[in-house]
């Protein structure tokens, strides 16, 4: 991202720090940013895992600073907010979060929503609002898959095919299914299941 200036203070929120959300706080604290990482998770068991790791000198940059967080009553400005929550209610957990604080860009984890109608609701919101978002499925901005498009030849039908095992399979197909729409230049598609 060009936008981002190395001397400039950012205020990150991750909310939802679980596994998925740990791994954005791992990926965050990497960075040689100006971060003030505010962690906010409804589960007291995550601020635990994380201080413990603070505490083993997890990360070495002096210029983040980690601050766990109850409430938004002290903070209310944010310039990204990663949300890392399980999909469902993912619509009332946004409009809740908006209704106490400002934030201008979003990453929300996918599978971002259950319902088409959730959907369009947060995707009006954001528009409405000029939120950037964007869902958390980065496989396409990889240089390998970019590569990897350029060779496959769009006069032709492809053929895609994943092996492996124990990959998590409901967790992860969505990368796939967003590989193969990158790929293929084709956002409408019909899935069928079978043995």
């Known amino acids: 991202m060009n936008f981002i200036s190395k001397s400039k203070k950012y205020n990150l929120l991750i909310y939802g720090c679980g596994s998925i959300g740990f791994r954005h706080l791992e990926a965050a604290i990497k960075t040689n940013l100006n971060l003030n990482i505010f962690i906010y998770d409804r589960n007291f068991k ?15 940059n002096p210029n983040t600073k980690i601050k766990f ?17 399980p999909a469902h ?45 964007w869902i958390n499925c980065p496989r396409r901005l990889h240089p390998l898959y970019i590569e ?3 060779l496959i030849d769009k006069n032709h039908l492809f053929k895609m095919s994943v092996n492996g095992s124990n990959w998590n399979f409901a967790s992860n197909l969505i990368h796939f299914i967003d590989l193969f729409c990158f790929f293929s230049n084709n956002n409408s598609l019909k899935i069928m299941f079978s043995k």
């Open 46 to 60: 995550s601020y635990k895992t994380i201080s413990k790791l603070i505490n083993k000198n997890f990360f070495k």
């Open 148 to 150: 990897v498009k350029k």
């Open 69 to 85: 967080i109850r409430n938004f009553n002290l903070y209310k400005k944010f310039n990204l907010l990663i949300l890392a929550t």
């Open 89 to 133: 209610n993912r619509c009332k957990i946004i409009n809740e979060i908006y209704s106490k604080i400002s934030f201008k860009n979003i990453v929300i984890e996918k599978i971002a929503f259950q319902s088409m109608g959730e959907f369009n609701k947060v995707s009006n919101l954001f528009k409405q609002k000029k939120i950037n978002c």
